[in-house]
């Protein structure tokens, strides 16, 4: 079966929900237990997760064009979505700038200062969260059981539409 943008949109997406709070939880160890690796590692997640969220949103507008014409798709949510999976990108892109740099300055023996790693994790958790966010509107677009957004409801999602994936 060829795939298609939201086919490739979907497949993409998940990285970035998965490995960034996996990113944050290997620094926030590492930070712990003041383990050079577990917050190296950390940080390759990050900016991994950064680019394959740079990946998932350019798919997503051509994903939305696929399926703003689709019967049960709602407007609403496809536009809630797209914002804020553009507020979740600005986070990442200041994460993965910040992970970079916690990389760059990890290097041999330097010291990352203090406030490097504090930032890196805020910025990381932030992102997290806004994610989370974006991602729960994306699969509430298709989705309605999960909830998200308050525009579906049993049998049908705003003005009748009906939400349900077929």
């Known amino acids: 079966m060829p795939w298609n943008w939201p086919h490739l949109h979907l497949a993409l997406n998940h990285a970035p929900v ?3 709070p996996l990113g944050v939880a290997l620094l926030g160890w ?5 383990s050079r ?35 049960g798709v709602s407007h609403k949510l496809v536009h809630e979505h797209e914002e804020a999976a553009e507020t979740a990108r600005i986070a990442f892109l200041a994460t993965g700038v910040l992970a970079a740099l916690g990389l760059l300055l990890s290097r041999g023996e ?15 958790m932030v992102t997290s969260g806004l994610l989370f966010h974006a991602a ?12 998200m957004g308050g525009a579906a409801s049993p049998g049908g999602g705003e003005g009748g539409e009906q939400e349900d994936e077929g």
């Open 110 to 124: 330097r010291k990352v200062p203090a406030w490097l790693w504090a930032a890196i994790l805020a910025a990381g």
């Open 136 to 147: 729960g509107l994306g699969g509430a677009i298709r989705h309605p059981e999960i909830g």
């Open 37 to 71: 690796d577990l917050k190296r590692a950390g940080l390759v997640l990050l900016v991994l997760a950064t680019l394959a969220s740079i990946a998932a949103f350019w798919t997503g507008e051509n994903s939305e064009e696929a399926v703003e014409g689709l019967a």
């Open 18 to 20: 998965i490995a960034t």
């Open 30 to 34: 590492g930070l712990l237990a003041k």
